[in-house]
């Protein structure tokens, strides 16, 4: 038989260049080299190791400059898009608006925030001219508003000597109220309602619980009459606010509870009313059932505290304290010179709860439950009584336009008898 005629010689294969490519996304060359199964296992380790080696530095190797500055480019991205969300969730628009607003003031909130709420310059100019040329009450950079816009509060017609004669030196008025920051939804139109109940009650002193930083900016920009001196500025925190023209702020103090496992503290704030001296302390004790021995333990700090503070000073706590009756006999009943007010004014019923998931549908809680969490305690100063526990009520009873309540708790109201 004739010899097999030689095999044809087949050509070698074309290695295409291999391309850049970013971490994670398989090189072009490992797409089209070969078929599917046709590079060996051995041969496919090798050229993974030297695509790792090839887009990995070395340990102690700095990045390479492209992916430093596309590294900072997304945590921007990120950062101004959690910038919007807020922005959105405060004034309840939408991305692009809060995207227009905020890239017009070089993403500063408080600056978006005011460019938003405030009317402008043209409007106040046609304001002012309707006046007769009186300016308006607010007009001028850094500036306040009244706390709500509605006419109908506002008092924007009422000057300085008036408001002042309106204040009654021998009475003082507190309110604390955990206003459920940490509830987005109708986020604007719930914090404008707690807005319009301060400026209905005009309070001297003010303990909020549950703010949030939107929460915050709104407080600042809205409530120009009030020293607001918040417990944190991160997450979720308390705040204390103060009557300028009756409150004068002497120190203040943030008094960290160790061992929280949910960003809780005491703030406390030193002030003097009509010539008295005040020790003024709010917080939010830890939450939940589960959390009752922590809660016990921060309770302590706070009655430690009270007790520590001063004999010539009058000391009131607020809050939101999250208490069971049977924590507080637990723990022995509170000390001699301590007292709860409620208990104080002879338990009046009609204040008794103040989270009641039976007429607070904020929650739409399956469970129904009654629990009088937020509490004020009062020491008195040890020279006499100066200032003494009037009455209390429950606010924020009424459902808001947007179908809620301004918040799930209700807020307390606290009046005091000044001897002068």
Known sequence: LP????????????????????????????????????????????REEGDEAARCPQAGEPLPVAEEEEEAALHLAKRRRVLCS???????????????????????????LNAYFEPPLEKEEEEEEAAGGVPPACAGPGSCIDLTADATTSNAGVNS?????????????????????????????????ICSYLTLYSPDVVFLQEVVP????????????????????????????????????????????????????????????????????????ESTKNHSKERMKQLQIVLNKMQEESESATVIFGGDTNLRDSEVTKLGKLPN???????????????????????????????????????????????????????????????????RFPSDHWGLLCNFDVIL
Not at 8 to 26: H, I, M, W
């Open 337 to 403: 010179n301590v007292t709860d007010i409620w208990e104080f004014l002879g338990k009046p019923q009609h204040c008794r709860y103040t989270w009641d998931t039976h007429s607070n549908t904020n929650l739409d809680a399956e469970y129904k439950c009654k629990m009088r969490f937020d509490r004020i305690y009062f020491r008195p100063a040890a020279d006499g009584g100066h200032i003494i526990p009037r009455s209390m009520d429950l606010i924020g009873l009424e459902k808001l336009d947007c179908g």
């Open 3 to 46: 010899p097999s005629p030689p095999t044809a010689a087949r050509p070698p294969a074309r290695v295409p260049e291999r391309q850049p490519r970013r971490a994670g996304l398989p090189s072009p060359s490992a797409r089209s080299a070969r078929p599917r199964g046709a590079m060996e296992p051995a041969a496919e380790g090798r």
């Open 161 to 193: 000597a008036d408001l002042r004669q309106q204040e009654d030196d021998s009475s003082f008025s507190l309110v604390t109220w955990n206003i459920d920051g940490l509830d987005l939804g109708n986020l604007k139109e719930r914090a404008r309602g």
């Open 214 to 285: 939107p929460h915050l900016c709104l407080l600042q920009m809205r409530a120009g009459s009030y020293t607001i001196i918040p417990g944190n500025i991160d997450g979720y925190f308390t705040a204390i606010m103060l009557k300028k023209s009756r409150v004068k702020l002497l120190k203040h103090e943030i008094i960290p509870f160790p061992t929280t496992s949910m960003m809780r503290n005491l703030l406390v704030v030193h002030v003097s009313v009509s010539g008295n001296e005040l020790c003024l302390m709010t917080s939010h004790l």
């Open 86 to 112: 807020e922005f959105a969730a405060i004034t309840s628009s939408d991305a692009a608006v809060a995207r227009s607003f905020l890239a017009g003031n070089d993403w500063h909130m408080q600056r978006a």
